[in-house]
Structure formats: C-alpha cells, structure tokens
C-alpha cells in the first residue's frame, strides 16, 4: 500500500505552508473553471440548491421536529426529505409545504 507522501505529495499532517499552497490551488482552479459561461450556470444553481437545502434543514430544527415528522406533515417519505435537505428535487410546491410544515413561509425576491 501506498504511503501517504506518495498519494498526497506532502507529508502527513499538512504543514501551514502546505495548507495555504492547497487552498490557493484550489482558488485557482476555482477561478479559471468558473470562467466558462456554462460551468458558472452549473456553479450557480447547484450553490442556490445548497443554500435553499441550508435554510430548510435550519427550518426544521428551529422547529425541533425530525425528519421523519416534517415528512407525515408533507406527505412524503423521510429519504424523500432527505433528498431534499441536501438539495435534490428541489420543488416550488414541496418547498412551501415544508416552510408551512417548519411553522414558516416562504418568499421569493428577484432582485
């Protein structure tokens, strides 16, 4: 098996030089793929789904209900909620039933 140094190119812990040279790579990369048009759409709304999935996850657990207790509320399965908080299958509809499930609402704003 493959030591570490091998796989990662660096020893194990990182150092803090290791760890800033990575992150900027990383902005880099960031930077040059988001320069695409259609790769900055794809960005786009998978960080919009993310968010939405933030805001509800928060929702439901200001609410102290599980998931499986928002999902009789919604009439769906508690995976299908799961879906949900992480971002799949995002819907209109399923998502101001889970706002009215949480005890909130929901408001659209294009600005």
């Known amino acids: 098996m493959a030591d570490i140094k091998e796989l990662i190119g660096t020893e194990w812990p990182l150092?803090?030089?290791t760890k800033a040279r990575l992150a900027e790579e990383r902005r880099q990369r960031k930077?040059?793929?988001l320069s695409d048009h259609s790769s900055r759409n794809v960005y786009d709304e998978t960080k919009?789904?993310?968010e939405v999935?933030?805001?509800?996850?928060e929702a439901r657990l200001e609410a102290h209900l599980t998931q499986k207790e928002v999902a009789e509320?919604?009439?769906?399965s508690q995976s299908n909620l799961a879906?949900?908080?992480?971002g799949q299958n995002v819907k209109l509809a399923t998502l101001y039933s889970y706002a009215k499930a949480c005890g909130k609402r929901v408001e659209?704003?294009?600005?």
């Not at 999935?53 to 996850?57: D, S, T, V």
């Open 15 to 17: 150092s803090e030089a």
């Open 31 to 33: 930077e040059e793929v």
């Open 48 to 50: 919009l789904a993310y």
């Open 53 to 57: 999935a933030l805001m509800l996850r």
């Open 73 to 76: 509320r919604v009439h769906t």
């Open 83 to 86: 879906r949900l908080e992480k």
């Open 108 to 111: 659209i704003q294009l600005i």
